[in-house]
């Protein structure tokens, strides 16, 4: 079992579709982060939310940390064929020995 | 943000083999690790590379394995050693570049397949 559990797995979706990606722990993390990653390529940092309650907006993506800061949400607004990739949160703290520890990713697509 | 240069991007290996991958990094940065990730999944750290000193390695990786070495601030390398078949995936190399360095850049990564 995970540290961090992603869900869906995988979403496949229309452009302009709004769609969730949810990371989930049982864990209080210090920190959270999500990456973005595209085929041949290294994960890329969308953002680090460290308070509780916190809400980052990235044009059409927004980010929530939970109150607990034990879970975190990446939501897309009006999804475009260029958001398609793997999502990953990763957390720090304690929890994870002090080290970056990773969710099991989601799979997006968007189809034009 | 520093840039990350692995070599080589993929490579094709025989099993028995050995392959050394390379990790530039453009800027000195204290913290470097090395990950594994099969295609499409998520990563799992196989060891922080520590300058001057003996990596150290995650539960399931051993020097012997995956010897790591880092000469200095802003290189690394990771051989795997004796590859199967098993160990056909992609390795990434990345740096921390946060305070704390908990906020990693990764490299593109070495797609290895061993037959």
């Known amino acids: 079992t995970q540290l961090l559990e992603q869900s869906p797995q995988f979403l496949s979706i229309q452009e302009g579709e709004n769609l969730t990606v949810y990371c989930n722990s049982s864990s209080v993390f210090s920190s959270l982060q999500w990456y973005r990653q595209e085929p041949g390529e290294g994960p890329v940092l969308l953002v680090t939310?460290?308070?509780?309650?916190e809400v980052k907006k990235l044009k059409r993506l927004t980010f929530q940390f939970g109150d607990a800061r034990k879970d975190s949400s990446l939501h897309i607004t009006a999804a475009q064929p260029g958001d398609t990739g793997l999502y990953l949160c990763?957390?720090?703290?304690?929890?994870?020995?002090?080290?970056?520890?990773f969710g099991g990713g989601t799979r997006v697509l968007v189809k034009p | 943000s520093a840039v990350i240069s692995q070599k080589p991007s993929r490579d094709i290996c025989q099993r028995g083999t050995s392959l050394t991958i390379q990790c530039q990094v453009d800027?000195?940065?204290?913290?470097m690790f090395w990950y594994r990730q099969q295609p499409g999944q998520s990563l799992t750290l196989i060891a922080t590379?520590?300058?001057?000193?003996?990596?150290?390695?995650e539960s399931g990786f051993v020097i012997d394995k995956f010897p790591i070495s880092r000469p200095n601030l802003t290189f690394s390398t990771l051989t795997v050693s004796n590859m199967s078949p098993e160990d056909s995936s992609i390795y990434l190399c990345?740096?921390?570049?946060?305070?704390?360095?908990?906020?990693?850049?990764f490299g593109a990564g070495s797609r290895l397949t061993v037959l």
């Open positions: 990345s740096a921390g570049t946060g305070a704390g360095a908990n906020v990693l850049t």
């Open positions: 939310v460290v308070t509780g309650g």
């Open positions: 590379a520590n300058q001057g000193s003996e990596a150290t390695y």
């Open positions: 800027s000195q940065v204290t913290m």
């Open positions: 990763a957390g720090y703290g304690k929890a994870a020995g002090n080290k970056l520890t």
